[in-house]
């Protein structure tokens, strides 16, 4: 089981590397894991590091290129009054509830460059399901409906960027924007899997099996 400085190390920073003079905006700080591999790569490429958090991290660490924000995540105006106008990779990590991430995806969605990217921490809920070793109610049905709440989003707008996602610990969204149109709201999708006739297809294959 890959560790969350594993999976970020892996699925992330590779992705962002050679970004020159990257606009940085970080969503979450706590302990500062994130923080300081996001800091090496502002420093070696010119960059700076915006980061929001309810906590004061203040103390994370003390470098030119960062710049903390203590604040909610979601009060948009206050936030984006602090950072660039456009960005080239922003982090989501913050408040792991589907309909929170959906509303901070879409509030800083037109902050992003055309190419750039978003991660969203937290999509994958196999960790957590019953009587495994990490069993957490919370973090099954949160990570689970934040992960089918993206695929919506994309459903609707799959010209608009792109969507992978990594399953290593704890599951990580990998988005790249495509196009500078306007996001669709998206809608929950119109799936046949509690439908009359799927009933029947799993009878069907219970009494063939």
């Known amino acids: 089981m890959f560790s969350y400085e594993e ?16 606009q940085i905006l970080e969503l ?62 922003i982090f989501i990590d913050t408040l792991h509830e589907a309909k929170h991430v959906k509303k901070i995806f879409y509030n800083y969605y037109n902050n992003l460059r055309n190419g750039g990217l978003i991660f ?44 992978n996602f990594s399953f290593e610990s704890s599951g990580l969204a990998i988005i790249k924007k495509k196009s500078d149109d306007i996001l669709k709201v998206s809608e929950k999708l119109n799936s046949r899997e509690h439908s009359f006739k799927n009933l029947i297809r799993k009878l069907w294959l219970k009494v063939k099996n």
């Open 7 to 22: 999976k970020i190390e892996k699925n992330l920073f590779p992705l962002i590397r050679k970004i020159k003079n990257p």
């Open 28 to 89: 979450g700080v706590q302990s500062g894991i994130s923080t300081k591999k996001f800091l090496e790569i502002c420093n070696q490429n010119n960059g700076n590091l915006y980061s929001v958090d309810v906590n004061d991290c203040s103390n994370v660490v003390n470098d030119p290129k960062w710049n903390f924000i203590k604040s909610r995540d979601d009060d948009f105006n206050f936030v984006k009054s602090q950072i660039p106008e456009k960005l080239d990779v």
């Open 120 to 163: 969203v921490d937290d999509i994958s809920h196999l960790p957590y399901i019953k009587n495994d070793r990490k069993t957490d109610f919370y973090c099954e049905i949160n990570n689970r409906e934040t992960f089918d709440t993206l695929l919506q989003i994309y459903y609707y707008n799959h010209k608009s960027f792109t969507l």
